[in-house]
């Protein structure tokens, strides 16, 4: 009896939270937006690179509100607001405009499980689009300024006295009337340009830590010494405070180490399995911290070995390299949009989707546009062996193109308060991706969006990983900086400049236009370099600009970007759809060209 009025109780509950949501509006859905639960929301841990046991999700159903900024916290909100789908977005169940002039407002309750007695909490946001302040019990305990990066609160001081605790959070995000970094938003979307992205856009959540708890893991490996390099951050340094790091094969613990916080740590493996885009080789980790002989933190995490350099060929050409062998990279332009989450995939399994088309089309890379994405996403590619060419999000922008002296030319001029926020913000997405080894190139620019002082960024981001290469301006302002020169042409390919001291490659070709009745986002004129009436049409063009790519890998390009994943928005160039709901090329002929492409290097 006690069962069955559990169940019954569950069942109202489900009921009660459905019928205070439901997706807004009537644009395209993809077949997941109906297995979104909002008792349910993403449940799957969020941050794989540094996983604890215990957690609490605090996605779902919150109270929100729109006010003047500047405004007090409203004494009433508007309605619900199912986190972590942006304000904009129809699965958020709102799908409404917010504006540089107006806040959004966030409201919850939460309670902190009895067995986390004795520890700190702390509280996470995946990332949140823009400036975020954070309330706790009607006390603001800290902000945030980034909308594409993670961010935590150790809110263990806050929580005394009571056993529910509100959590307010506050929201003010520019769009393109900002400097900030945002990506392809902006408030009138039309064309290639897209709706603006507002407030809580990925997971939140809680978890149990000590006082003194690991905050970051990173890990560089080094294939020639059989070592990985490993630096684990904490809250805070206690040099009475021991961390170590167990590395571990099929099971086993192989090596391990210990030493303090912040420190380099080395763990040696003989022979070990290399990770690439055939065999995405990982390893385990465990990683803990000691007080006095006990532990008091402990995370798992993984990591792997591999290399990606640069080397010229018997032909003299600059090659790039995977674990020492010649490697064309060939992916499409992935800017991970989705028609009813706009940046926030309705699924885990959505998340994945993409990435698992992409290698089923013969393609071994992906170029991450102007986006960043969740670490989940990272952990896919890391997990599939696809790479990962990842972009600053632009901002500050404005088309400014310097006068076609591709060694000359003048940059956009940027405010000192814009120029340090960029620098700030790159950082973080370093940060976040720098132990994941999918990742092998960082775009500080695209085109000229934004782009200023190429050379100084170029340096600066290889100075901060010199692991990774740097490819400073992708189809933008050309400088002789970095490790690549990238070009765009459209539509077919082209090489129309060519750099003896660098990686040549193609950034961006491509966009061919096929545009699916009831699978657009609207009716007014669709985006697409060129436009095809049906599917061979647009496989027969495809694989023809392929075979020009090929002849001319022979000459001197060692990576090509096809734009583009998807459809997305008023862009119909889209190797699927925006809904994701049909494939626009014959798969296995794509996969065929794709291969050849790749291939050719290596003849």
């Not at 006990?294 to 010229?312: C, G, L, M, N, Q």
Request: proline fraction near 5%.
């Amino acid at each position: 009896m006690k069962k069955l009025s559990l169940a019954i109780c569950v069942s109202l509950l489900t009921l009660s939270a459905n019928a205070q949501w439901s997706p807004a509006g009537e644009k395209l859905k993809t077949e997941w937006a109906d297995k979104v639960n909002p008792q349910n929301v993403l449940p799957e841990y969020p941050r794989p690179l540094i996983e604890r046991s215990q957690w609490s999700n605090l996605n779902g159903l919150w109270d929100y509100a729109v006010t003047p900024r500047g405004a007090a916290e409203p004494a009433a909100f508007d309605g619900k607001i199912l986190v972590p789908f942006a304000i904009e977005s129809s699965l958020s169940g709102v799908m409404k405009e917010v504006g540089d002039e107006n806040e959004l407002w966030y409201k919850r309750e939460f309670t902190i499980p009895s067995d986390w007695k004795g520890k700190n909490v702390a509280l996470n946001f995946g990332a949140v689009d823009w400036k975020a302040d954070v309330f706790i019990n009607d006390i603001l305990i800290g902000s945030h300024k980034g909308g594409f990066t993670p961010f935590s609160f150790d809110i263990t001081p806050f929580l005394a006295g009571k056993s529910k605790h509100k959590l307010v959070v506050r929201v003010w995000d520019p769009t393109n009337k900002g400097f900030q970094p945002r990506g392809k938003q902006v408030n009138r979307p039309e064309g290639i340009w897209y709706t603006p992205v507002t407030g809580i856009w990925q997971t939140v959540w809680l978890e149990p830590v000590s006082a003194n708890h690991i905050t970051a893991v990173k890990t560089i490996p080094c294939i020639e010494s059989g070592s990985l390099n490993i630096t684990v951050s904490t809250s805070k340094c206690n040099t009475n405070d021991i961390v170590e790091v167990k590395l571990i094969d099929k099971g086993q613990v192989i090596a391990t180490a210990k030493g303090l916080a912040g420190n380099e740590l080395r763990l040696s493996v003989k022979n070990p399995t290399l990770w690439d885009t055939q065999n995405p080789y990982l390893y385990d980790m465990k990683v803990s911290v000691t007080s006095s002989g006990r532990i008091t933190d402990e995370v798992k995490s993984y990591a792997a070995f591999r290399k990606i350099s640069t080397k010229r060929d018997a032909n003299g050409l600059m090659r790039m390299q995977l674990n020492d062998k010649d490697l064309f990279h060939y992916g499409p332009l992935d800017q991970g949009w989705w028609p009813d989450g706009l940046y926030t995939a309705p699924t885990d399994e959505a998340l994945h989707y993409d990435i698992k088309k992409t290698k089923d089309w013969g393609f071994n890379m992906i170029r991450k546009h102007v986006k960043v994405e969740p670490a989940r996403w990272y952990y896919h590619c890391d997990k599939e062996g696809i790479l990962v060419w990842q972009d600053m999000p632009s901002g500050d922008m404005g088309n400014q193109w310097a006068p076609h002296q591709y060694n000359g030319g003048t940059d956009k001029k940027r405010t000192q308060e814009s120029i340090d926020n960029f620098y700030r913000e790159w950082k973080e997405i370093m940060d976040l991706c720098i132990s994941n080894p999918s990742v092998v190139v960082w775009v500080p620019f695209n085109e000229g969006w934004g782009q200023f002082d190429t050379e100084k960024t170029a340096e600066w981001t290889k100075t901060y990983d010199p692991s990774r290469l740097v490819n400073p301006a992708s189809g933008g302002n050309h400088r002789p900086c970095g490790d690549i020169l990238d070009l765009h042409n459209y539509p077919g390919p082209r090489m129309f400049l060519f750099d003896a001291e660098r990686v040549n490659v193609l950034g961006e070709y491509g966009g061919i236009g096929l545009a699916l009745d009831n699978h657009l986002w609207w009716n007014k004129r669709n985006w697409g370099y060129i436009q095809f009436k049906n599917e061979n049409e647009v496989t027969a063009e495809y694989v023809k600009y392929a075979q020009e790519l090929q002849e001319m890998v022979k000459r001197g390009f060692s990576g090509a970007v096809y734009t583009q994943t998807t459809d997305v928005e008023g862009e119909v160039n889209g190797l699927m759809t925006y809904d994701r709901k049909k494939i626009k090329i014959n798969e296995a002929d794509v996969r065929k060209a794709n291969q050849a492409v790749i291939n050719e290097l290596n003849k």
